[in-house]
């Protein structure tokens, strides 16, 4: 093979609405764009760690919409971010224990599957 894969540049979701899309992560999970696309097709965000999480609502012009899921947000206090998901009243779709992580998870506006995630010491 002439290369190698170095890393993930981008992660995120389709939306078909991505106004409503960015108000929802912000609002729910205080993330404020640092690049918005546009048109008003989407936006970027760069968490603290550096990464990179997008909404993209191209109008299936460049890619067809799909719900999608298998991101997960990390996050600095779960018992804090669990209550504050049902203060909000959000529908819980995953809720998940072990002796590993921690998981809670609602569905964005566009029906993607969004997932705070507690990652626990592996020495535990």
Same mark, same amino acid.
């Given at each position: *093979?002439?290369? $190698?894969? &170095?890393?993930?540049?981008?992660? #995120?979701? *389709?939306?078909? =609405?991505?106004?409503?899309?960015?108000?929802?992560? $912000?609002? !729910?999970?205080?993330?404020? +764009?640092? $690049?918005?696309?546009?048109?008003?097709?989407?936006?970027?965000?760069?968490? +603290?760690?550096?990464? !990179?999480?997008?909404?993209?609502? %191209?109008? #299936?012009?460049?890619?067809?919409?799909?719900?999608?899921?298998?991101? @997960?947000?990390? !996050? =600095? /206090?779960?018992?804090?971010?669990? $209550?504050? !998901?049902?203060?909000?009243?959000?529908?819980?779709?995953?809720?998940?224990?072990?002796?590993?992580?921690?998981?809670?998870?609602?569905? =964005? &506006?566009?029906?993607?599957?969004?997932? @705070?995630? =507690?990652?626990? /010491?592996? %020495? &535990?």
């Amino acid at each position: *093979m002439s290369f $190698r894969v &170095t890393g993930m540049d981008l992660s #995120g979701y *389709m939306v078909q =609405d991505a106004p409503r899309a960015i108000a929802f992560y $912000r609002d !729910v999970l205080g993330l404020e +764009p640092v $690049r918005y696309y546009p048109e008003d097709r989407g936006a970027e965000y760069e968490l +603290p760690d550096g990464t !990179v999480f997008g909404l993209w609502g %191209g109008g #299936g012009k460049v890619m067809p919409f799909q719900p999608s899921n298998g991101i @997960l947000f990390a !996050v =600095d /206090d779960f018992e804090a971010a669990a $209550r504050d !998901v049902r203060e909000r009243g959000l529908t819980i779709v995953l809720d998940h224990q072990s002796p590993h992580c921690a998981m809670i998870g609602f569905n =964005d &506006t566009e029906g993607n599957l969004v997932v @705070l995630h =507690d990652l626990k /010491d592996p %020495g &535990t």
